[in-house]
Nanobody
Framework: QLQASGGGLVQAGGSLRLSCAAS????????IGWFRQAPGKEREGVSC????????YYADSVKGRFTISGDNAKNTVYLRMINLKPEDAAVYYC?????????????????WGQGTLVTVSS
Protein backbone atom coordinates (compact mmCIF):
# COMPACT_ATOMS: atom_id res chain seq x y z
CA GLN A 1 0.00 0.00 0.00
CA LEU A 2 0.97 3.58 -0.58
CA GLN A 3 -0.09 6.40 1.70
CA ALA A 4 0.12 9.95 0.39
CA SER A 5 -0.10 12.83 2.82
CA GLY A 6 0.89 16.44 3.33
CA GLY A 7 -1.63 18.27 1.19
CA GLY A 8 -3.49 21.31 2.40
CA LEU A 9 -4.46 24.89 1.75
CA VAL A 10 -1.68 27.34 1.05
CA GLN A 11 -1.45 30.82 -0.37
CA ALA A 12 0.21 31.42 -3.69
CA GLY A 13 3.94 31.58 -3.13
CA GLY A 14 3.74 29.20 -0.22
CA SER A 15 5.17 25.74 0.18
CA LEU A 16 4.17 22.21 1.11
CA ARG A 17 5.90 18.88 1.46
CA LEU A 18 4.06 15.79 0.34
CA SER A 19 4.99 12.36 1.63
CA CYS A 20 4.46 8.95 0.08
CA ALA A 21 4.98 6.07 2.48
CA ALA A 22 4.93 2.42 1.51
CA SER A 23 3.78 -0.45 3.64
CA UNK A 24 4.05 -4.11 2.82
CA UNK A 25 7.00 -3.67 0.51
CA UNK A 26 10.23 -1.72 0.33
CA UNK A 27 11.14 0.90 -2.21
CA UNK A 28 14.30 -0.92 -3.34
CA UNK A 29 14.59 -0.87 -7.13
CA UNK A 30 11.36 1.03 -7.58
CA UNK A 31 10.32 4.06 -9.54
CA ILE A 32 8.15 6.37 -7.46
CA GLY A 33 6.11 8.98 -9.26
CA TRP A 34 3.97 11.89 -8.27
CA PHE A 35 0.99 12.68 -10.44
CA ARG A 36 -1.72 15.30 -10.10
CA GLN A 37 -5.20 15.70 -11.37
CA ALA A 38 -7.18 18.91 -11.34
CA PRO A 39 -10.97 18.95 -11.87
CA GLY A 40 -11.83 18.39 -15.51
CA LYS A 41 -8.25 17.62 -16.47
CA GLU A 42 -6.29 14.50 -17.16
CA ARG A 43 -3.87 13.08 -14.65
CA GLU A 44 -0.41 14.42 -15.37
CA GLY A 45 3.04 13.40 -14.28
CA VAL A 46 4.75 15.86 -11.98
CA SER A 47 7.93 14.18 -10.84
CA CYS A 48 9.52 10.78 -10.51
CA UNK A 49 12.51 9.25 -8.80
CA UNK A 50 14.29 5.99 -9.35
CA UNK A 51 15.35 4.43 -6.06
CA UNK A 52 17.87 2.33 -7.99
CA UNK A 53 20.11 5.16 -9.10
CA UNK A 54 18.50 8.33 -7.76
CA UNK A 55 17.68 9.69 -11.19
CA UNK A 56 14.80 12.12 -11.26
CA TYR A 57 12.31 13.68 -13.64
CA TYR A 58 10.34 16.90 -13.38
CA ALA A 59 7.61 18.25 -15.58
CA ASP A 60 8.55 21.56 -17.15
CA SER A 61 5.80 23.29 -15.22
CA VAL A 62 7.38 22.47 -11.85
CA LYS A 63 11.10 22.57 -12.60
CA GLY A 64 12.94 24.76 -10.15
CA ARG A 65 10.03 24.74 -7.72
CA PHE A 66 9.49 21.08 -6.84
CA THR A 67 12.08 18.67 -5.46
CA ILE A 68 11.61 14.92 -5.15
CA SER A 69 13.67 12.92 -2.69
CA GLY A 70 13.61 9.56 -1.06
CA ASP A 71 14.45 8.07 2.31
CA ASN A 72 14.87 4.35 1.79
CA ALA A 73 15.28 3.76 5.51
CA LYS A 74 11.80 5.20 6.07
CA ASN A 75 10.40 3.77 2.85
CA THR A 76 9.14 7.22 2.06
CA VAL A 77 9.41 9.56 -0.91
CA TYR A 78 8.88 13.28 -0.52
CA LEU A 79 7.83 16.02 -2.89
CA ARG A 80 8.89 19.43 -1.67
CA MET A 81 6.91 22.16 -3.38
CA ILE A 82 7.81 25.83 -3.12
CA ASN A 83 6.50 28.98 -4.77
CA LEU A 84 3.17 27.29 -5.32
CA LYS A 85 0.87 28.72 -7.95
CA PRO A 86 -2.91 28.47 -8.29
CA GLU A 87 -2.38 26.19 -11.27
CA ASP A 88 -0.63 23.69 -9.00
CA ALA A 89 -3.91 23.04 -7.19
CA ALA A 90 -4.97 19.43 -7.69
CA VAL A 91 -5.23 16.07 -6.04
CA TYR A 92 -1.72 14.68 -5.88
CA TYR A 93 -1.16 10.96 -6.13
CA CYS A 94 1.94 8.91 -5.59
CA UNK A 95 2.52 5.73 -7.52
CA UNK A 96 5.11 3.00 -7.60
CA UNK A 97 6.38 0.34 -9.94
CA UNK A 98 9.26 -2.03 -9.54
CA UNK A 99 11.51 -1.27 -12.47
CA UNK A 100 14.60 0.59 -13.48
CA UNK A 101 14.21 3.94 -15.09
CA UNK A 102 11.70 6.75 -15.02
CA UNK A 103 8.28 5.76 -16.32
CA UNK A 104 6.24 8.80 -17.26
CA UNK A 105 2.80 7.39 -17.98
CA UNK A 106 0.28 6.55 -15.25
CA UNK A 107 -0.44 3.23 -16.96
CA UNK A 108 3.11 2.11 -16.27
CA UNK A 109 2.60 2.13 -12.50
CA UNK A 110 1.29 -0.77 -10.45
CA UNK A 111 0.64 0.75 -7.03
CA TRP A 112 -1.26 3.95 -6.25
CA GLY A 113 -1.88 5.95 -3.13
CA GLN A 114 -5.23 7.49 -2.31
CA GLY A 115 -4.34 11.09 -3.19
CA THR A 116 -3.86 14.20 -1.15
CA LEU A 117 -5.51 17.52 -1.99
CA VAL A 118 -3.45 20.63 -2.60
CA THR A 119 -5.33 23.91 -2.72
CA VAL A 120 -3.58 27.14 -3.63
CA SER A 121 -5.33 30.42 -3.03
CA SER A 122 -4.43 33.47 -5.09
Amino acid sequence: QLQASGGGLVQAGGSLRLSCAASGFTFDDFAIGWFRQAPGKEREGVSCISTSDGSTYYADSVKGRFTISGDNAKNTVYLRMINLKPEDAAVYYCAAVRRVGIPLEPSEYDYWGQGTLVTVSS
